[in-house]
């Protein structure tokens, strides 16, 4: 059963979240405030966190940024009534996996929710064999890390599964469509600029100058590549 952490300061929304998941047979944990969030987290194993944006005292921002260093292999799905770009991609900086806009219908909650769940089962397994390597980077699927010369970089399930994908894939340019179809999903119905975001996320972490990189390479006009 995975376990799910709903954290919304609106009882109305929160209660309906929690109920249908729990028809879902997910396990569901649920807090009001930021800091009995990360109070749950620390204290229960959780697979994904549905994190509003806007909480009393310690905003959304501040709660994903402190649960990133306390685990990283948690999804974490920001909760938003806001339509501004800018908070879009501050989230998916901070360290979320997705967004998603209110209103939403839980059709569309629960469609995240399954397409975060099977990127996070793609980092945990591998037909063939337990390590992924390229240049001086391992994947190393019995950890669940990823390694650079050596020493592990903190990385979110979503952005394990990008450099999986683009390491299986070396060589070979894809753009912002196939990627998301092949990492987040056919029936993904979010916006393409988390590609981008993510890839600048993880640039960030592994290349010496991320503003001229040397493995996550872009092909102007038409997408990105892995480059060994």
Known sequence: MKAILVVEDELSIRS??????????????EAETGE???ELFAANPVDVVLLDLMLPGMDGFAVCEKMRDLSP???IIMLTARSQEEDKIKGLIQGADDYITKPFSMTELEARII????RMDLRSSDQN????????FELDFETN???RRGVAVKVTPTEFSLIQFFIRNKNRVFTRNQILDQVWGENYVGDLKVVDVNIRRIRRKIEDDPANPEYLCTEWGYGYIWKE
């Not at 397409?115 to 099977?118: H, N």
């Not at 337990?130 to 001086?136: D, K, Q």
């Open 16 to 29: 309906f979240i929690c109920l249908n998941l729990r028809r879902k047979k997910y396990e569901v944990l």
């Open 36 to 38: 009995k969030a990360l």
């Open 73 to 75: 292999l948690a999804g």
């Open 115 to 118: 397409s975060l769940l099977r």
């Open 129 to 136: 064999g337990t390590r992924l390597c390229s240049g001086p």
């Open 145 to 147: 890390r990823l390694l």
